[in-house]
């Protein structure tokens, strides 16, 4: 029922007139959701890539599609929040396009994209159960399998594995300091069947990267069940600017910061192009 009716809200966002999830203006026709004008900053934001630093120093390369900022800032949180499921696409566009950069600097998954291997997984980082039911749909591995199923329709083998859960009750994030989010969610995600991911490449996916500890808390289960997470994929990054005179910890005693992150190249699609 849940299914059916989130597929009727986008349906009717797609025919009926709506403000634009970017800019909020109610004049200008907007399809899917967007005007063509934030419909074009979507298509134009410059890709980042970084590396996150896991316990003991080693590095996990992370992709994000634009900047969390300004009017991706506003799709993304209309989306989530507000379930303006007419976005999915735009938004699948972008996260499409970090796993792509996440498959590519991952050179031991060749033979699993190339489908001569086992396929690779994508893996969203989970919500809670309550943040779920509340939002009424599921908004990263609604994207996700979004970009898993154009993947494979370009001969590539990717799989969705929804399989990581919170095991624990976690405060909400926003206004935490990294090192309260880390507190916060040490060992509170957990993989349901640690037999589906054994074994296998894993990439794990995100709606928003802000400090990354979420990220590498995902990553930390996958690796207890064995899996191997080659790298990170978001639609977007909060980026974290250090003075050059402030290092970037590497310490063992837990999941470092942010590094700071570097334009990437991507190849893109014209303006507006989903």
């Not at 025919?15 to 909020?24: E, M, N, S, W, Y």
């Not at 993947?151 to 300091?177: F, H, I, K, W």
Request: some cysteine.
């Amino acid at each position: 029922m849940l299914v059916s009716m989130n597929l009727l809200v986008a349906a009717l966002e797609l025919v009926l007139p709506t403000g634009c999830a970017g800019c909020g203006d109610t004049d200008r026709r907007c399809a899917a959701g967007l005007c063509t004008s934030c419909r074009h900053a979507l298509a134009a934001a410059v890709p980042i890539g970084w590396q996150l630093c896991r316990p003991g120093g080693e590095v996990l390369p992370a992709f994000a599609a634009a900047p969390y900022e300004g009017v991706v800032r506003s799709i993304l949180l209309e989306y989530k929040e507000h379930a303006r499921l007419g976005l999915r696409p735009s938004l699948a566009a972008c996260l499409l396009l970090s796993v792509i950069a996440a498959l590519g600097a991952d050179a031991a998954a060749a033979p699993s994209v190339a489908g001569t291997g086992r396929p690779t997984l994508l893996v969203p980082v989970p919500s809670a159960a309550a943040t779920r039911r509340a939002r009424g749909h599921d908004p990263v591995g609604a994207l996700a399998r979004i970009v898993a199923r154009q993947l494979r329709a370009c001969a590539l083998a990717v799989e969705v594995c929804a399989q990581l859960r919170q095991s624990r009750l976690v405060a909400d994030q926003s206004g935490l300091d990294i090192a309260a989010r880390r507190t916060n969610l040490a060992g509170a995600i957990e993989v349901r069947n640690p037999a589906t991911v054994r074994g296998r490449r894993v990439i794990v996916v995100d709606d928003i990267v802000t400090t990354g500890v979420t990220a590498l808390e995902a990553t930390r289960a996958l690796t207890a069940a064995d899996a191997t997470v080659s790298g990170v994929a978001a639609v977007a990054a909060t980026i974290r600017r250090f003075p050059r005179s402030q290092p970037v910890s590497e310490s063992v005693d837990g999941p470092q910061r942010v590094r700071p992150m570097h334009p990437i190249v991507l190849v893109r699609g014209p303006p507006g192009a989903d």
